[in-house]
């Protein structure tokens, strides 16, 4: 997502704005025009790349004589658009461009997640979430480790928050669960939080294990975010040294979702997965 990254909300309403404008069988330089706002303006309204005030979005629904259930859902997410996510408070530690992630994981329905050598962030224990991020920035202050194990561990309630908590499917490599992130007494406790974890209605782990050989996501881990808004599409989510790439493209997120689903269908199944864990868990010394 190059230039100025939008956030979910502004996404979000981005994609009913442009609905509604095609519904109403507006182009955009008519839609522009019955509004009293520029092309550029529209066009970063619909992308969801411009600060959204309550005025653009009244004159946008009169052009398109939206009814009053209508207009009522529309501005509530024009409000929502601009709402500060709980991340927010953690800006003085929060990675480049990372609340862009934090706000569309915040928004999402599920996670089809793959992982090749670390615990996902929702499944880890704090021991493990510190010695991890240790390990990645051995002179980091401890203040600031501190607080970087805050945001991760905030993350988690995504998963056993009351309403709507986020559906997760996870794979991951037999690498994951061997390597002993924190020694041995650390790692047991976060492979006990896995299997705890997998109880949850809401997730699923599966292990790929290493005698699987080659497979279709060598390359590493990704994510793909599904959204429970028929205006959101699926969108992929890579993190890597070059920084975070949001793969959108229907062609792109069909390539990632055919790749999870060769993924899940080689990984152990739920609950073989789980007794691997066990095992890998009795081994730990």
């Known amino acids: 997502m190059p230039g ?3 956030t979910m909300g502004r996404r979000r309403l981005g994609g009913v704005l442009k609905s509604l404008r095609l519904g109403a069988g507006l182009s955009n330089e008519q839609a522009r025009q019955r ?35 209508t207009r009522d859902k529309v501005l509530r997410l024009a409000q929502l658009a601009e709402h500060r996510g709980w991340w927010q408070e953690f800006d003085d530690v929060l990675p480049a461009d990372f609340d862009l992630y934090l706000s569309v994981e915040e928004a999402a329905a599920s996670l089809l997640v793959f992982q090749t050598s670390v615990v996902h962030g929702l499944l880890q224990t704090e021991d493990y979430a510190r010695a991890w991020h240790r390990a990645e920035d051995p002179g980091r202050p401890n ?22 908590p986020l559906t997760m499917w996870a794979v991951l490599d037999e690498a994951v669960v061997r390597r002993k ?24 782990i599966q292990i790929l294990p290493f005698e699987v050989g080659a497979h279709v996501a060598a390359s590493g881990s990704f994510t793909l975010v599904e959204f429970a808004e028929p205006t959101d599409p699926e969108i992929g989510y890579v993190d890597c040294a070059a920084g975070n790439v949001y793969p959108e493209k229907p062609a792109q997120v069909r390539r990632m979702k055919t790749h999870f689903h060769h993924l899940t269908s080689s990984a152990l199944p739920a609950i073989k997965s789980l007794s691997f864990i066990r095992k890998v868990q009795k081994e730990l010394t």
């Open 35 to 69: 509004a009293g706002m520029s092309t550029a303006k529209l066009s970063r309204l619909e992308t969801g790349h411009n600060v959204v005030a309550q005025k653009d979005i009244r004159a946008l629904l009169d052009a398109y004589n939206a009814d009053g259930q």
């Open 4 to 6: 100025v990254t939008p």
């Open 181 to 204: 992130v924190g020694g041995p007494d650390v790692m047991r406790a976060q492979l006990e939080h896995l299997l705890s974890m997998s109880e949850q209605p809401n997730v699923t």
């Open 143 to 164: 203040a600031e480790l501190e607080r970087l194990v805050g945001l991760r561990m905030a993350r988690k309630q995504a998963l056993v928050r009351k309403d709507e």
